[in-house]
Structure formats: structure tokens, C-alpha cells
């Protein structure tokens, strides 16, 4: 089970944040707060699922949805992979989006709530709070195959060539 922090219902004025700043938020937060060596953000592959920022490290991936709507929000849900879990892609899944836009109840089951707020208005520096913690979606819950596909995909995409020369015993005279 989820852990969800404990939060008053936001009645406050949801901040304007584009999907793009979610996304740049999102790959940050991937990169030094979940200490990930390896962050996609948009990068569209062969596989069907283009997540917005996916980030991996030492074995585990984070996946992260942003959403700037609700009716972006509700859309999501329509998505094949997003009703069958088991073929979608991270160990931990999460919904990004403005604080308030999304109550944590209304999160599926397993994925986690990160909202983003900003602090003091003056300041154009936005946060990012851990509202709905997500759970780690097991080998068996998850589609490794389509996380190593995207990650072939996004490297061959970069023209990253790599070859691996393995020498037998005294083949070098």
C-alpha cells in the first residue's frame, strides 16, 4: 500500500505550469533527487509508451507522468498500458502535476503523487513535494522488455556505438 501524506485539501489557486516546465521538473528531479545516471525526457522510441521524463539507476527505473489538466489527467487513464499495469514500464511510476490539480485518492493504484508548487510568489523557483508515495512495481508487474527496447532504442537514436572485443588465451602470440 501507497503511503500518502498527509495534506489539507488544497483550496488555493492552482499555479499556471506548462506541461513543458513539468517535464523540465520532472528530469531534474529524476536526476538529483532520485539520483538517476541515465534521465529521457519525450524521447519517443519504437516502443508505444513515450513516457515524459523516465530516469534509471543501479538496475531500477522511475517513470513520470506529467500532467498540466485534469482533462490531460483523465485522458491518461484511457491508455492500453495504463489499464493493464503489467505492461507498463518503471519500478516506480508517478503523476506530476501542479499542487491541487490531482487529490491523491484519485491516483491508480501503485503509482505515487508529486506536486509542484512555487514558494514565495516573487520567486519563479517551483518545488516539488512527494505527496502519494509510489509503490515498487515487482519483475512480474512491470514490462522489462519494453524499458531495455526504449533504452536500445533512445541509444541507438544517439548514434551510440559500442563494440566488445573479448580476447581468448594466447591468442596474441
Known amino acids: 500500500m501507497a503511503i500518502v501524506r498527509q495534506r489539507k485539501k488544497y483550496t488555493g489557486k492552482i499555479p499556471k505550469i506548462s506541461h513543458e ?10 536526476q538529483f ?15 508505444s509508451e513515450t513516457p515524459d521524463a523516465i530516469g534509471f539507476r543501479g538496475g531500477f527505473s522511475f517513470l513520470i507522468e506529467c500532467k498540466a489538466s485534469r482533462a ?43 506536486e509542484v ?16 508515495e509510489s509503490k515498487r512495481f515487482s519483475e512480474s508487474e512491470r514490462y522489462m522488455s519494453v524499458e531495455i527496447s526504449y533504452l536500445v532504442s533512445a541509444i541507438r537514436r544517439l548514434n551510440i556505438s559500442m563494440a566488445v572485443f573479448i580476447e581468448s588465451p594466447g591468442s596474441c602470440g
Open 21 to 30: 516546465e513539468l517535464v523540465q521538473r520532472a528530469f531534474l528531479y529524476l
Open 33 to 47: 533527487s532520485k539520483r538517476c545516471s541515465v534521465v529521457f525526457k519525450e524521447r519517443r522510441t519504437s516502443v
Open 72 to 114: 490531460d489527467f483523465l485522458s491518461d487513464k484511457k491508455k492500453w498500458f495504463r489499464r493493464r499495469p503489467e505492461q507498463g514500464m518503471g519500478h516506480e511510476r508517478y503523476f506530476m502535476a501542479p499542487i491541487g490539480l490531482l487529490e491523491p485518492e484519485e491516483i491508480p493504484d501503485g503509482w505515487g503523487l508529486l
Open 117 to 132: 508548487y512555487e514558494i514565495p510568489p516573487m520567486c519563479r523557483n517551483r518545488t516539488v513535494k512527494i505527496t502519494k
